[in-house]
């Protein structure tokens, strides 16, 4: 049975590897860019998150 299962495997593996190589040779994936941010406007923008909590907790 553990046989199977292994021969089984290897066999959907197989069959994918080749549906993927088709799918890659027909159509091109475009993946969508992140707009580029300075190194330091995240910690800009988490140093304000960071004092605007404080404040809500401060009740001022």
């Known amino acids: 049975m553990l046989i199977l299962l292994v021969t089984a495997t290897i066999v959907v593996s197989l069959v994918v ?4 190589h088709l799918f890659r040779d027909s159509y091109e994936i475009e993946w969508p860019q ?9 910690a800009l923008e988490v ?11 401060n009740g001022k």
Request: aromatic share 4%; no cysteine.
């Open 34 to 42: 992140a707009a580029v941010k300075p190194e330091n406007a995240l």
């Open 47 to 57: 140093a304000a998150k960071l004092r605007q909590a404080a404040i809500k907790m």
């Open 17 to 20: 590897e080749i549906f993927a």
